[in-house]
């Protein structure tokens, strides 16, 4: 069989794993920065750029306070195999980096000398907790099996038990 003709299909078991490093990367990320921001203070964020950011009630430390209570709600979700908890924080996470983009964006437009960078790392970042929210919630989400019921295997839900069948070329 030529190649073109085979479906080439991501391993489960790996597609899985990936979405859960990827979730518990960004979790930790968020923690991580979040305490950093407020360990940190205002004076770190006196630039600009972050102008339009600081009108927030406490910021910066309210910033970080967020961002640190998204990052616990995603690991903790991903830890106890607990998708729509995950994906909350998740999702958290992107609203707190669009709220990031978005201001960044004000800013420049009120400062043109700013720096743009940062609408569109924070729009990167926002994009990436989405995704992972909603790959996170697809890859552990249940699987029927041939008798119907889900399967019970604690976030490898998405593996699947069936014999693979060999492949066209031999491997």
């Not at 630039?47 to 009630?57: L, N």
């Not at 995704?131 to 699947?160: C, L």
Request: proline share 6%.
């Amino acid at each position: 069989m030529k190649r073109d003709e085979t479906e080439l299909v991501i391993d489960p078991r790996i597609a899985q794993w990936t979405v859960q490093a990827f979730a518990r990367l960004l979790a930790t990320y968020a923690i991580v920065n979040g305490v950093h921001i407020i360990l940190s203070g205002a004076s770190r964020f006196s630039a600009i750029s972050y102008e339009t950011a600081m009108r927030v009630p406490g910021a910066p430390t309210s910033w970080g306070v967020i961002l640190v209570i998204a990052g616990v709600i995603a690991l903790f979700g991903t830890l106890t195999f607990r998708p729509s908890v995950a994906c909350v924080g998740l999702w958290i996470g992107g609203v707190w980096s669009m709220f990031f983009a978005v201001t960044f964006i004000a800013s420049f437009f009120k400062h043109p000398g700013g720096n743009p960078t940062g609408m569109w790392a924070y729009g990167l970042l926002c994009c990436l907790f989405y995704i992972a929210s909603a790959a996170y919630k697809m890859a552990v989400a249940p699987v029927r099996s041939a008798t119907g019921s889900p399967s019970h295997d604690h976030g490898d839900a998405t593996r699947n038990t069936a014999p693979r069948a060999p492949r066209a070329d031999g491997a």
